[in-house]
């Protein structure tokens, strides 16, 4: 037990730095940027987690507590309607205060606080309160990540092109050719037993799949120009209705950070894109056309979850690119939302939005697993999202 | 064979004829409104189950067919990029050329080629032609429900509450209270077999269910009244996250056509709403905040299916009001869109819908099946759409 | 007196008759068209000048007077506050009811009941009554106009172009070329005297003006493309920064009406573009362009109405096209609005439009004179407008 | 000369440090934030005045002239079509790079090649380029203002209400009652003679006046708090069209930056509202209504300069805020703009805005004089601005 306790400390101020860590290359100012509505400023992400270890973990189970600001809880609670009125999100950005350097600060009583609280609950506390610790790291995890293609999407707007990271992007995980066969029948998809999972990766639970064939690797930048240069965005007849309707309404013509000189807008700034590197920052719609032009289509979530947890899983499932499914993101049968506020986290999410599956580049280590559920609406292309093709066997 | 050509004319003039009937109370000016950019003008309805006779059948078909009019096959395509150029959809409205009297007389024109067409084809050309004049008559039936709901989404903008239709509504269709339990395990959903069907209600697969339970009839105005009056549409905790953003945004305080005064705004004008009958003109979002209110949920779209074809089914499965489901519009196991320019009437709108099973009161005599998958955006409150609840056994 | 009497009352018939002159050739689906919020369809127009003779002569002098239908003076008001709840301007389109024929009939009757009324009334309410007679009379000539600006935005929607009126339009009235030159100093300018205005255009003041000239003719479509093809539209630098915005918010390239095929859309159909004619259709933004590229300026209203009332002035002040002024539409000294309803008529608009002068082809005989306001915003190209030259002497 | 050329050289080092004075109090952050479109963010307000004087002075005239960062121009050219492309408007706020620090090392380089070329300029560059660093002192002085008003507008956005400046504010110029007449005529306005006035202030000219009174001081808040509370936001009668709409859409219901609580949000974080101090931000429509309410007027800027301008003017005319008048904002007669890059400066903006008159508490000294035209569209309210009346006499 105590080591289970020093390992979520240990756990908890490592996962907290690596946000800061992300963060250290970008000024105040960069910090402040909000690039859109969905997207949020640096800052304010590291505020929000921490408020989220206040809100959720300290507030209701630490004897007394006070929170750092009252006044903050309004400016970083995200969604939770039952926690209390919020700020507007398109207006993220707005909040110049507090500070950069506040917010910093209010970490850092925020870390000693649970780090205090880890160290002296009780055995009645520890049970009820570490599953939000833990729950409050993955969502710390999840924001890593948002940390990245919000930053992304911001200096993107900038024509200086700037960089979020100094030095050079890691070589991309290799890609195997060709197709893995799977046999029709009932599967289990799901999350069980040990180990942290989202509410809505529960109860695992059986599915009937047809037989179907599911692409080795995901699809290059080479394959997806080959897309483009056939006239991809040109052509009705490849998209989804909605898709085409995007594709006029907004001018796509490629990938939402492909530049005319054949480079990409990346995190370490423009960069010539590698033919050979999975094409990312698509949209659903554009990862169906590409499909449908390629004779193939999308895996649901079920074919995904169920070759990736196989004996031997198709490569770059994990860590190059999220992967668009065919699958709306809907409740699985008999699932319940958790109890209390972070009920709300999940949940209420389950209409009008695509799963994603898998894990980016920019996953930090230890968030990914097999029954992960990611979601974002089909038009969606500021995230790490590429495609993955399948066909029926 | 002589039989099933005569059988095929006589449902050809009767479907025709429904549709006229149903515009015959209506002005020349009622049939050229247009409520908002997703409804369409009576008139326009009209023609463009004409022009889709033109187009699909007889062009490629009917030897030395010529349009009637060349200029109006923009004008009446809906939606197929396939067979060229559209007027933009939100301005249907403003066609107040050719008149209802021109596109009457246009409809006459087509009643006789087709009739002409189906009495004298030869045996090759009936084959390849017949199911698209079946496929041209199912299209009519469903724009006569359209037909329906437009016309009142239009009438109800005028102060003056006019109605659509003369006379009264028929009483409903008795519902009985209760719950119908079915076992978990495989099942069988989607079109087999002989008789008409969608492309999207295929292939008939298994399916995998959970033991559950479905309400033995639809939800009543007499419950949902309760619901509002509980604070159903204050309480952001009932709400899918898109939900309430519907309900703060558009300022939604009880279904789309109930009036302060108790009473409903219907085809026939404005009607005391009855406590008993199945409450109608619901979103998704709303439906899905009721069941949770109710401590249930909706079925999907598979439960639903494997309830109406069971020996016993729940009452008010047809002939009532359109049923969300849980369930997001998408393709089936092993989909194929049908070939040519009609596999765009289905396949393409496979995002952001959820699907609605059963019929309503306006669906018409014949057109209602099992496995018939409607469909319409989350937010859609015009239809005849109302809710019947589910429930984990 | 009797004869004055008369005459009101023939002039009444002659009005009110010219009215459904306009509409006659249109049907009633033409008449139901509204192409866009700041247009009205014909019908509405022909309904809210009888709603005016009921609301501003008969309800407040005629003894005994009862409304045709109570429940439309909500439908017919435009924008009269004191007068009750108005139905929304932009939704006029979609009040299908009451209908083209019982919009006639009560025409009918407010015209037996004006009547009788100019026929019957004592000397005092004459002396009350008939300046409110004359007021509309002259309010049902300003929508004679825009009856025909209206028809002819909405007909300019349908792919089939159809005309609002049968035949050949009249030939243009001659211009001549050339400048003609006013000396500094003081005028007046505004009505005085017998003889109908709007309150508008009173009181009669005194201006200073410095020397200038103004064209002896209206820019003709020959001048006006001669600046198209010059990069009229693609240079930046002739635009007020308000119009340049215009220009690539909606992607202008030449007058509204304009095709590619060298016709402009007329109430008569497509037609060739005479050269020597008075280019038309223009904003003010398009107009202020022009005069910045051909080195002059647009005249002030003032200037216009000292050379509209010289002895010799210029051709082409009335009949042709409404001109745009260099003047924003705001009060005169010590103008005071009418008392009552009427003083909504015209004073409330006073901010955000720009002076036009002269009349048109479209304007009702007897409507024009030189001393009249007419006021758009300076984005409005759907009214018969055009331009006349100016510079400083 | 060597005095005058010393002269320019210390103003110029007085107002450049002004700017910078006035950001001080800013964090980083607070000078990356973007309330609006037509708002600016501070930093972005230090460098576009930097990049003017590189632009509009250096460039054309200093010999040798390397810009600073070539990339740099199309980030803080503001409007001048003829300088080059340009950053979106709306999207200044997202300029994170150039950081602060970046730019005040460019302003310091600017200040040093300003302050070289102006000791070394030889007599003929003297003659061409001094009048442009005089109009960039000038535009550095109302960009000095409208930091100001811009980061209020930010900040207000913060439910923190920050401060823009520390300490307290100055206590308002004391106002005079009653009302100052003067006689009709001829009277002259414009500016004329030595001394800088921006283009659009000349010719000076004659103008007819009726006799009329204005008043001694600007409204009140107390004065204004008694028509909010007579129900002056709720009273379509007293507002202009365009106005009463903007207080329906906007739901307005008092000056901009009142609180519930009796305070109102300024430089200086929330105050409780002065009852004699001058009421303000305001926009022209509200400026407008309360006139009505008050039977009075606004007067026209004519009227003001005139009254401005006499031997015993009304108080409060500078110093205060900024002062609607009824005057659209359009050329003087015979008003040329002044050559080249600059004659994008004010020209055109002649349309769409309203002419304000005076100065502000926030006008930086030296800047204001009786012919300045100030001018802003009428709905505009985070101007400080705020009204005086006037009457016919």
């Known amino acids: 037990?105590?080591?289970?306790?020093?390992?979520?400390?240990?756990?908890?101020?490592?996962?907290?730095?690596?946000?800061?860590?992300?963060?250290?290359?970008?000024?105040?100012?960069?910090?402040?940027?909000?690039?859109?509505?969905?997207?949020?400023?640096?800052?304010?992400?590291?505020?929000?987690?921490?408020?989220?270890?206040?809100?959720?973990?300290?507030?209701?189970?630490?004897?007394?507590?006070?929170?750092?600001?009252?006044?903050?809880?309004?400016?970083?609670?995200?969604?939770?309607?039952?926690l209390?009125?919020?700020?507007?999100?398109?207006?993220?950005?707005m909040l110049s205060r507090p500070s950069l350097d506040e917010v910093l600060a209010w970490r850092r009583v925020v870390d000693a606080g649970v780090a205090a609280f880890i160290a002296e609950a009780d055995a009645d506390t520890r049970a009820a309160a570490f599953p939000l610790i833990e729950l409050g790291?993955?969502?710390?995890?999840?924001?890593?990540?948002?940390?990245?293609?919000?930053?992304?999407?911001?200096?993107?707007?900038?024509?200086?092109?700037?960089?979020?990271?100094?030095?050079?992007?890691?070589?991309?995980?290799a890609g195997v050719d060709g197709w893995l066969g799977f046999d029709g029948g009932e599967a289990e998809i799901g999350h069980a037993g040990a180990g942290f999972a989202f509410d809505n990766e529960t109860p695992r639970h059986r599915v009937r799949l047809e037989a179907y064939e599911i692409a080795r690797r995901l699809v290059t930048n080479a394959e997806y120009q080959r897309f483009v240069d056939d006239g991809g965005y040109r052509r009705a007849a490849l998209w989804l209705s909605d898709g085409w309707a995007a594709v006029q309404s907004q001018g796509w013509t490629g990938p939402l950070y492909w530049r005319d000189d054949g480079s990409e807008f990346t995190p370490h700034g423009p960069r010539p894109r590698a033919p050979q590197a999975p094409v990312r920052h698509l949209s659903f719609y554009e990862a169906a056309a590409y499909a449908e032009w390629a004779g193939a289509r999308l895996p649901t979530e079920a074919e995904w979850e169920h070759a990736a947890s196989s004996a031997s899983p198709p490569s770059q499932c994990f860590g190059a690119l999220w992967q668009w499914t065919r699958s709306s993101y809907e409740p699985y049968p008999r699932y319940r939302p958790w109890a209390g506020a972070v009920g709300e986290y999940n949940g209420k999410f389950m209409v009008g939005q695509i799963v994603l599956r898998g894990s980016s580049f920019a996953t930090p280590p230890g968030h990914a697993r097999a029954s992960y559920r990611n979601f974002f609406p089909p038009g969606a292309r500021w995230q790490f999202s590429g495609l993955r093709l399948a066909r029926d066997a």
């Open 1 to 82: 037990m105590p080591d289970a306790i020093s390992e979520l400390a240990a756990r908890f101020r490592a996962v907290r730095a690596h946000s800061e860590a992300l963060a250290a290359p970008l000024s105040p100012e960069d910090q402040q940027l909000q690039a859109m509505p969905d997207a949020s400023p640096t800052k304010w992400h590291l505020a929000h987690t921490a408020w989220f270890f206040e809100a959720v973990v300290l507030a209701p189970h630490a004897p007394g507590f006070r929170p750092y600001d009252e006044r903050w809880a309004r400016l970083f609670n995200s969604y939770y309607e039952s």
């Open 84 to 93: 209390g009125p919020r700020h507007p999100r398109p207006q993220r950005g």
């Open 137 to 173: 790291l993955h969502h710390e995890q999840q924001h890593q990540e948002l940390m990245q293609t919000d930053i992304l999407a911001a200096l993107a707007l900038n024509p200086l092109a700037p960089a979020a990271c100094p030095g050079e992007p890691s070589p991309w995980p």
